[in-house]
């Protein structure tokens, strides 16, 4: 069978066989194809799509490429939780220890950032110690001591997602559906979870900007995670302002540290604690999303997801020593840029994307996927949204490792608060559940 007949098929707009798909699929995995190859045939998808049927037996395919774990009995407490990507998005540190303290267990397979998206794994490695290596034997372990772990992706795990995700990356066929949902669900559909809220995050710095694209997508991923034996519930997001109070990844840190501990923003808390609520539902744990919402919330009172969060650290390779204290033990940019308020007012705005943009020019972010990352550039948002603030008060705090910023980030930094002669109100985060 040969590979430029497979890209010839879907050049062409027909379905391919399950036969042409298998045989492509071991031999992306297998690195026996070139990359113009696989960009060819990445291209040939981007423009003319996947039948329903075509794309679920493609997930499953990729899913086979690496260890599929299965967990035998009770296997709708097997749950997890997947993110379109935010700036402040930082939900999954909270939320699978808050989940494994409710009783779930929590089998994450998290990325890392790109472009002006944070990335899970990251911000866990900005924890000195923190190992996020790990296939089945590794996620076994850490399951049965912590009840969840947050693991890279590997070679063990959908590896041939892994290189198709780098190629789209370079071939400008990262937003294409089928293939999101392909990469998407074939890993955690390896995770052998039974249950998955998917987080989209729709506005001007999410990867989905129109609520419509959104919405296909959302729809796309239900029916081939129906296929491959999974429960999908799709929550739709706000993502025009920055998440919380603290971004960059030892910031997000500090920020879940707090949230952990019983404080925190709101802004994050609230968010945890829908996504949180709708998997306890979806596994039969509470009866409403309300009560799972209280659920999720007294974990974070009572200690308990705290526990858990250093359960999961600790199988994972943190020490104690940075656990008694993990807030001393990480890593911040020497250097800060600091934001006032030039009028009396409230702040209405802080525009999520050019913050980011300029955070990952500093280091915070990559540019592509090899690139190294610098934990310790982030921002603190010391005034959020809908805070009454007065003239020269503090709004935002930019932590950066050259001694000066140039004009023109500083311009672009101050452009990026917006405050109101009135006061604000705080839209919700929720737009629209999708089943």
Known sequence: MLIPNIIETKRDGLVLTNEQMKHFIEEVAAGNIPNEQIGAWLMAVFQNGMTMDELTEFTRLMRD???????????????????????????????????????????????????????????????????????????????????????????????????????????????????????????????????????????????????????????????????????????????DLPIGTHIGNSHEVIE?????????????ISLIAIQGAHLLQMSGL????????????ETLSNGSAAAHFRSMCAAQGVSQQVLNDISSHIDF???????????DGWVENIDAMELSKVLCELGAGRVSAEDDIDHGVGAVINSEIGKQVKEGDLILTVLHREEDLDEYQMQRLESCIGISHSPVSIHERLIEVIE
């Not at 129906?226 to 706000?238: A, C, E, F, I, P």
């Not at 879940?256 to 994050?268: A, E, N, Q, R």
């Not at 940019?333 to 009028?343: E, G, R, V």
Request: include cysteine.
């Open 65 to 239: 490429s690496g260890e599929v774990i299965d967990w035998g009995v009770d296997k709708n407490l097997y749950v997890d939780k997947h993110s379109t990507g935010g700036v402040g998005d930082k939900m999954s540190l909270v939320l699978a220890p808050a989940l494994a303290a409710c009783g779930l267990k929590v089998p994450m397979i998290s990325g890392r950032g790109l472009a002006h998206t944070g990335g899970t794994i990251d911000k866990l490695e900005s924890i000195p110690g923190f190992n996020s290596d790990g296939g089945e034997q590794e996620i076994r372990a850490a399951i049965e001591s912590a009840g969840c772990c947050i693991y890279a992706q590997s070679q063990r795990i959908a590896p041939a997602d892994g290189v198709l995700y780098a190629i789209r990356d370079v071939t400008a066929t990262v937003p294409s559906i089928p293939l999101i949902t392909a990469s998407i669900i074939s890993k955690k559909s390896a995770e052998g979870v039974e249950n998955l809220v998917l987080d989209i995050k729709v506005g001007s710095a999410a990867f989905m900007q129109h609520i419509e694209e959104a919405r296909e997508l959302a729809h796309s991923m239900i029916e081939v995670g129906k296929g491959l034996g999974m429960n999908v519930r799709v929550l739709l997001t706000q993502m």
């Open 256 to 268: 879940i540290i707090d949230i952990l501990d019983g404080t925190g923003s709101w802004d994050s």
């Open 333 to 343: 940019a020497p250097y800060s840029f600091t934001l006032h308020s030039a009028t």
């Open 286 to 297: 509470v009866e409403s999303v309300e009560q799972g919402q209280m659920r999720v919330l």
